[in-house]
Nanobody
Framework: QLQLVESGGASVRPGESLRLSCVAS????????FGWFRQVPGKERERVIT????????EAADFVKGRFTISRDDAKNTVFLQMNSLTPEDTAVYFC???????????????WGPGTQVTVSS
């Protein structure tokens, strides 16, 4: 069973940047898709950005608007989420996950990390 651990969450001011990391216990390319998601209390978990591990397009939510980018270091089984121009609406717990399907559907991601808190406030 793959284990994922996120890190890099912090409290920042609007307009600032953060880079989140997700370290996997094994190769993520054993799975069809990888994604970053986020959740605020009282709301459903939502997709931030996903990609097919064997190439293919990166699928980003509309609210990303070119502010967030994803990168990976396969040698270290690590995926990064670079978040720029953060706003208070980006405040959430951010999770990484993998899916055996090439999908953007949150419910089809079956291995999740515990999450890391991002707070954007002036």
């Amino acid at each position: 069973q793959l284990q994922l651990v996120e890190s890099g969450g912090a409290s920042v001011r609007p307009g600032e940047s953060l880079r989140l990391s997700c370290v996997a216990s094994g190769p993520i390319w054993d799975y069809a898709a990888f994604g970053w998601f986020r959740q605020v209390p009282g709301k459903e978990r939502e997709r931030v950005i996903t990609f097919a591990t064997f190439g293919g397009d990166t699928e980003a939510a509309d609210f990303v608007k070119g502010r967030f980018t994803i990168s990976r270091d396969d040698a270290k089984n690590t995926v990064f989420l670079q978040m720029n121009s953060l706003t208070p609406e980006d405040t959430a717990v951010y999770f990484c996950a993998v899916s055996p399907y090439n999908t953007v559907v949150v419910a089809l991601y079956n291995y999740w990390g515990p999450g890391t808190q991002v707070t954007v406030s002036s």
